[in-house]
């Protein structure tokens, strides 16, 4: 498990997506998370639903099903899977922002949206069918809990999807020191785990790993296109610069985290994988 040298909180990642909502939003858009290049032809907006989608054939969704998004950020994949899978789908941001933006965004699907912390949820148990979290879990402080209480709200036979980051089983000193350390911190990730990790929390909260497919190869384009847009962004919007320039913007430095993504896919000293897990 690769942590920071500085400790990360829910509040701290909290206040990370609420301070960074705008630029979000403005450079890729309504779904927070890679995008996913099947062919290599796909725009942009293709790329980023067709993740979900990803996920949501390996949930193997039935029509009138509980679905927890766990991060749901701007309720994208939660909207969508509820429009084209017919299921119902709650959404767990802790980012107040994001959940505004995401009420502004409904289209009337059945996705509802809840500001609450996945750790401390007070969800019913064997309440939902199946769980998701794209690229949430690399935020929660306490990742075995997090597996825990996803094991615990679902029902027996239920799944649970996860698509993470994670850090290479060896990385290269240097790799740590200049990449995955600083990507953590600037990120607010209390902790970048490694797949073997990933398993091993599974398979004590009590799920079967079903399958792991590791897709780094064809969602490390996102950050290509996202540096693309924020340097044109620099080069045409004042806002854009006046951010950076504020020394009272706790999470400006996620500019140069940007450009730490791009080195640590190209050194493979970081890799993303997409986890199906089962309930028995």
């Given at each position: 498990?690769?942590?920071?040298?500085?400790?990360?909180?829910?509040?701290?990642?909290?206040?990370?997506?609420?301070?960074?909502?705008?630029?979000?939003?403005?450079?890729?858009?309504?779904?927070?998370?890679?995008?996913?290049?099947?062919?290599?032809?796909?725009?942009a907006?293709?790329?980023?639903?067709?993740?979900?989608?990803?996920?949501?054939?390996?949930?193997?969704?039935?029509?009138?099903?509980?679905?927890?998004?766990?991060?749901?950020?701007?309720?994208?994949?939660?909207?969508?899977?509820?429009?084209?899978?017919?299921?119902?789908?709650?959404?767990?941001?802790?980012?107040?922002?994001?959940?505004?933006?995401?009420?502004?965004?409904?289209?009337?699907?059945?996705?509802?949206?809840?500001?609450?912390?996945?750790?401390?949820?007070?969800?019913?148990?064997?309440?939902?069918?199946?769980?998701?979290?794209?690229?949430?879990?690399?935020?929660?402080?306490?990742?075995?809990?997090?597996?825990?209480?996803?094991?615990?709200?679902?029902?027996?036979?239920?799944?649970?999807?996860?698509?993470?980051?994670?850090?290479?089983?060896?990385?290269?000193?240097?790799?740590?020191?200049?990449?995955?350390?600083?990507?953590c911190?600037?990120?607010?990730?209390?902790?970048?785990?490694?797949?073997?990790?990933?398993?091993?929390?599974?398979?004590?909260?009590?799920?079967?790993?079903?399958?792991?497919?590791d897709?780094s190869?064809?969602?490390?384009?996102?950050?290509?296109i996202?540096?693309?847009?924020?340097?044109?962004?620099?080069?045409?919007?004042?806002?854009?610069?006046?951010?950076?320039?504020?020394?009272?913007?706790?999470?400006?430095?996620?500019?140069?985290?940007?450009?730490?993504?791009?080195?640590?896919?190209?050194?493979?000293?970081?890799?993303?994988?997409?986890?199906?897990?089962?309930?028995?």
């Open positions: 498990m690769i942590t920071p040298n500085i400790a990360q909180t829910s509040t701290a990642v909290a206040l990370h997506y609420d301070e960074l909502d705008e630029f979000y939003r403005d450079i890729w858009g309504g779904h927070v998370h890679h995008g996913y290049w099947a062919t290599g032809r796909e725009r907006d293709e790329a980023v639903e067709a993740l979900t989608l990803l996920v949501a054939a390996r949930l193997g969704l039935q029509p009138g099903q509980r679905v927890a998004d766990i991060g749901c950020g701007y309720g994208g994949s939660a909207r969508l899977l509820a429009a084209r899978e017919n299921v119902n789908v709650t959404g767990f941001t802790i980012s107040a922002a994001q959940a505004r933006a995401a009420v502004a965004m409904d289209d009337g699907s059945s996705a509802s949206i809840l500001v609450r912390d996945w750790l401390e949820n007070g969800l019913d148990s064997a309440s939902f069918d199946a769980a998701y979290a794209i690229e949430s879990s690399e935020h929660m402080p306490d990742k075995q809990r997090f597996f825990c209480e996803a094991f615990r709200v679902l029902k027996p036979g239920g799944r649970l999807v996860i698509c993470a980051w994670l850090a290479a089983d060896h990385p290269k000193p240097w790799e740590v020191k200049q990449l995955l350390e600083p990507i911190r600037e990120g607010r990730l209390p902790g970048m785990g490694t797949e073997g990790d990933y398993r091993d929390f599974a398979t004590r909260a009590g799920f079967a790993v079903a399958q792991v497919e897709i190869a064809r969602v490390s384009r996102t950050w290509w996202c540096a693309r847009r924020f340097l044109a962004r620099l080069a045409t919007r004042p806002d854009y610069l006046k951010f950076l320039l504020n020394r009272g913007a706790a999470n400006r430095v996620f500019a140069l985290t940007l450009f730490r993504l791009l080195l640590a896919y190209r050194t493979q000293a970081m890799r993303y994988c997409v986890f199906t897990l089962q309930k028995p």
